[in-house]
């Protein structure tokens, strides 16, 4: 049996005697979109703080293709090959499309305290920005200044941005939000064949998204995984419906 590309075991974080994350085992294996999914509440967001390195955990382990990376700060775990995406773009709306990508790329650079000026002159880094943009079909985009996108067109770029790292895993945090039908069609299809390139950890509320997209489903509710498995046996468990799924199962 292949080996998890991500795997958090037992991790837990409590704020005072809330108890936001209990115990929760979790992986992701080469190929898969595993998809978290949960109520506002659930505690997805702070489990994602915790597996890609922006708050510690009191207890557990967190593994990325196999090394233990729990003790590992955001910066040294994305260049081990974690790529995040965001709900709320972090990208630099007065640079052009090709300057966001290629900033990624220097992030995932040895050198990343170089002047920026003259990285735009860097030929390896601008090769691996302008991959990154054919991929997610922005590249004719690459001189427009970034906040003149559409907001599916951001999103793609945040993905872009994230495929500059040549990640070994991405972690994405409601791609679909804010997106229409177009968009959201688009973004579904994109992130269908970035599975083949690297695994992903999906959260989404969009539910037609994750049950068109993922192989796993984990549900979250009140910082514990109550089910987790293929999408048919998240639709038809009792207690999922219960508490998350309702009428929309």
């Known amino acids: 049996m292949t080996d998890p590309v991500l795997e958090v075991r037992g991790l837990t974080k409590r704020f005072g005697a809330l108890v936001v994350s209990d115990a929760i085992d979790l992986s992701l294996n080469p190929g898969e979109i595993h998809a978290l999914i949960g109520p506002n509440g659930a505690g ?101 200044r970034t906040a003149e996108l559409s907001h599916g067109e951001r999103r793609q770029l945040e993905v872009a941005v994230a495929l500059t790292l040549k990640p070994a895993a991405f972690v994405m945090d409601e791609p679909m939000a804010g997106l229409g039908a177009e968009g959201g069609q688009k973004m579904t299809a994109l992130l269908d064949q970035l599975r083949h390139e690297a695994p992903i950890l999906l959260v989404e509320h969009d539910m037609d998204a994750v049950f068109a997209l993922a192989d796993r489903i984990s549900v979250l509710v009140y910082g514990r995984v109550i089910a987790s498995g293929p999408p048919d046996a998240i639709r038809a468990d009792a207690a999922v419906r219960e508490a998350y799924l309702g009428d929309a199962a």
């Open 44 to 144: 997805k967001t702070t489990l994602i703080a915790q597996v890609c390195g922006m708050l510690a955990p009191d207890a557990g382990r967190i593994r990325l293709k196999g090394q233990d990376v729990t003790a590992l700060p955001a910066r040294a775990r994305a260049r081990r090959g974690l790529a995040r995406t965001f709900q709320i773009s972090a990208l630099a709306m007065e640079d052009t499309v090709l300057q966001n990508a290629m900033l990624g790329a220097l992030g995932a650079a040895a050198t990343p305290w170089r002047l920026f000026r003259p990285v735009l002159q860097d030929a390896a880094l601008r090769a691996t920005a302008e991959a990154a943009l054919s991929r997610v079909g922005l590249l004719d985009k690459a001189a427009v």
